[in-house]
Nanobody, 120 residues
Framework: VQLQACGGGLVQAGGSLRLSCAAS????????MGWYRQAPGKQRELVAT???????NYYVSVKGRFSISSNNAKNMVYLQMNNLKPEDTAVYYC???????????????WGQGTQVTVSS
């Protein structure tokens, strides 16, 4: 299984970016997809998740500014980030909880990360 993320970049405070992530490989089902981020010197933290039936969860500091969505048919997840702040600067990692076969337990997989830099 591979998770390929894209869409990061440099943006001024108040600007917007949209991250995309595609899961590929042998996949029976994806139960949850989401995004984490890690800033320099800090631990990786949850940004947002979305379940296969559309339930979403957001880190408190991004609520109202970020929106997560998915396309289950394409095994893709998106993160629309609006009103970006310098403190949003981090490497953003795509993640997915996947079942490889109908009888397999679900396992968490990670993408390679995409840099988001917000200048003040």
């Amino acid at each position: 299984v591979q998770l390929q993320a894209c869409g990061g970049g440099l943006v001024q405070a108040g600007g917007s970016l949209r991250l995309s992530c595609a899961a590929s490989g042998i996949i029976f089902a994806i139960d949850v997809m989401g995004w984490y981020r890690q800033a320099p010197g800090k631990q990786r933290e949850l940004v947002a998740t979305i379940t296969d039936d559309g339930n979403t969860n957001y880190y408190v500091s991004v609520k109202g500014r970020f929106s997560i969505s998915s396309n289950n048919a394409k095994n893709m997840v998106y993160l629309q980030m609006n009103n970006l702040k310098p403190e949003d600067t981090a490497v953003y990692y795509c993640t997915a909880v996947i079942r490889l076969r109908s009888t397999s337990p679900n396992t968490q997989h990670w993408g390679q990360g995409t840099q988001v830099t917000v200048s003040s």
